[in-house]
């Protein structure tokens, strides 16, 4: 899924450029008032860039802001289209979708953060907590789990 060459080329040239100027995620989204999980998903083309953000972009990387406008333009809606079998039920649905939606930005967080390395299921603790907005309440769902790092022998 982190495929540079199927992705469309304001991704790929914004991708090229992050890891050229060794920036992360992080940096990238502090320049962008944006969190990092969004500013990853951008770069993977599954999320929608504003005029705004297309020209911080452009500044930050040295990049022309009109073909980067244009390339954004021409890539047409972020690829959000996800395929999950099986799943209906409208509470675990959701959540799927999401991993399958943001998976590789993620990932490509994940990996900026701790190192390649793979996420322990069976040493994870999840906690749901309520978050009260009036009328309609939000959840958080927080994954806590073990991270081992692979290694070369």
Same mark, same amino acid.
């Given at each position: 899924?982190?495929?540079?060459?199927?992705?469309?080329?304001?991704?790929?040239?914004?991708?090229?450029?992050?890891?050229?100027?060794?920036?992360?995620?992080?940096?990238?989204? &502090?320049?962008?008032?944006?969190? &990092?999980?969004?500013?990853?998903?951008?770069?993977?083309?599954?999320?929608?860039?504003?005029?705004?953000?297309?020209?911080?972009?452009?500044?930050?990387?040295?990049?022309?802001?009109?073909?980067? &406008?244009?390339?954004?333009?021409?890539?047409?809606?972020?690829?959000?289209?996800?395929?999950?079998?099986?799943?209906?039920?409208?509470?675990?649905?959701?959540?799927? &979708?999401?991993?399958?939606?943001?998976?590789?930005?993620?990932?490509? %967080?994940?990996?900026?953060?701790?190192?390649?390395?793979? %996420?322990?299921v069976p040493d994870m603790k999840v906690r749901v907590e309520k978050v009260p907005r009036g009328k309609d309440d939000n959840i958080r769902l927080i994954l806590e789990s073990?991270?081992?790092?692979?290694?070369?022998?």
């Amino acid at each position: 899924m982190n495929n540079i060459d199927s992705l469309p080329p304001a991704c790929s040239k914004l991708l090229h450029e992050k890891a050229r100027r060794k920036l992360s995620f992080a940096q990238i989204a &502090e320049h962008l008032s944006h969190d &990092e999980v969004w500013t990853a998903a951008l770069f993977y083309g599954r999320a929608t860039p504003t005029l705004k953000d297309i020209h911080a972009l452009a500044d930050l990387l040295n990049l022309s802001p009109q073909t980067l &406008e244009d390339d954004f333009r021409t890539a047409g809606p972020p690829l959000r289209e996800v395929s999950i079998s099986g799943a209906t039920d409208p509470v675990i649905y959701p959540f799927q &979708e999401a991993i399958a939606l943001y998976g590789p930005a993620i990932r490509s %967080v994940v990996v900026e953060k701790m190192g390649d390395g793979a %996420v322990s299921v069976p040493d994870m603790k999840v906690r749901v907590e309520k978050v009260p907005r009036g009328k309609d309440d939000n959840i958080r769902l927080i994954l806590e789990s073990k991270y081992t790092l692979y290694k070369s022998w």
